[in-house]
């Protein structure tokens, strides 16, 4: 299942116009997994007729959800930790000199993902600017996309941005499902190139739910991803596995362009407690395998 290159500049004409994402024409690779399980979802037989959807009605859910599905939702506390540097070293205390009269400061962070971008900021201002107590201070925090759940006890009610925020499944790790990653990497697999590293990244549900760093000796081994809290619905639920070779600098990883879509998986919850056991193997050759262990 691919798209054609009229239909791909179609979706990456949608996608830049209405959330400014630039997809580059390397991405169709991207843009396929993302969207085949909308297709699915949709009853449709291909990407094609999807895009024939798009193209025949007038900008709807459909359009948003093709949208929120380009959109990648990764994120961590402190991520990245250089910017929250220069925030702690230069940017705030630079508005807090501007602002002293007012003594009042909005901080907005777009882009927040499941928001753990806005709740570093509001541990970096009580830990390191304990002035700012007196002060009127205000985050906001905001997203394209639409769809991260609430846990449980919240399905039944209408749930705001701002609620879904501060009451999510992921900051709250006792009313979350498990999701368990065995990884087999085979000696003679050639997914991983030796002197170079990689990561393996898991997406459930669109979401961003952990990475393992793979460095390839030649030799066979067993490992084991521990996921960040996942919520599981009761039918199916959608996970990607893909493969980013990473290059170092210091002690960061950067990702280059080299994005190998793994393996894709339509996974139940199988036991009472609220679990899922996946296995990943990268074996010889190009081999590679997603499976639910029973």
């Not at 991260?148 to 709250?172: M, N, W, Y």
């Not at 996974?267 to 990268?282: E, F, G, H, M, P």
Request: proline share 4%.
């Amino acid at each position: 299942m691919s798209l054609s290159a009229t239909d791909f500049d179609y979706v990456r004409n949608l996608v830049k116009e209405r959330s400014a994402i630039v997809l580059e024409p390397s991405k169709t690779y991207l843009v396929d997994s993302r969207l085949t399980p909308l297709v699915r979802k949709q009853n449709l037989a291909s990407l094609g007729e999807l895009v024939a959807r798009l193209r025949s009605e007038r900008f709807g859910e459909l359009h948003r959800s093709v949208i929120e599905a380009m959109t990648t939702n990764e994120t961590s506390f402190f991520r990245d930790v250089h910017p929250f540097e220069a925030f702690k070293k230069k940017i705030l205390p630079e508005l807090i000199a501007k602002r002293s009269a007012e003594r009042a400061l909005t901080i907005w962070c777009g882009a927040c993902s499941s928001g753990q971008e806005p709740y570093s900021i509001a541990m970096l201002l009580r830990d390191s600017f304990p002035e700012l107590a007196a002060w009127r201070v205000q985050i906001v925090a905001t997203d394209l996309y639409a769809k991260i759940k609430p846990p449980a006890e919240l399905r039944s009610q209408t749930v705001q941005g701002s609620v879904a925020l501060i009451k999510k499944v992921r900051d709250q790790p006792e009313l979350a499902d498990r999701l368990g990653i065995a990884v087999n990497i085979a000696a003679r697999t050639e997914r991983l190139k030796p002197g170079l590293a990689y990561k393996l990244k898991v997406y459930c549900n669109e979401l961003f739910a952990g990475e393992l760093l793979l460095k390839h000796d030649g030799q066979a081994r067993t490992d084991k991803l521990d996921l960040n809290p996942v919520d599981l619905a009761p039918g199916e639920n959608s996970l990607e596995v893909r493969l980013v070779e990473v290059t170092e600098q210091g002690d960061l990883y950067l990702e280059t362009d080299n994005n190998q879509l793994i393996g894709m998986l339509a996974t139940d919850r199988l036991s009472n407690d609220r679990s899922a056991q996946i296995k990943v193997i990268l074996g010889d050759g190009q081999n590679a395998q997603v499976v639910q262990l029973k």
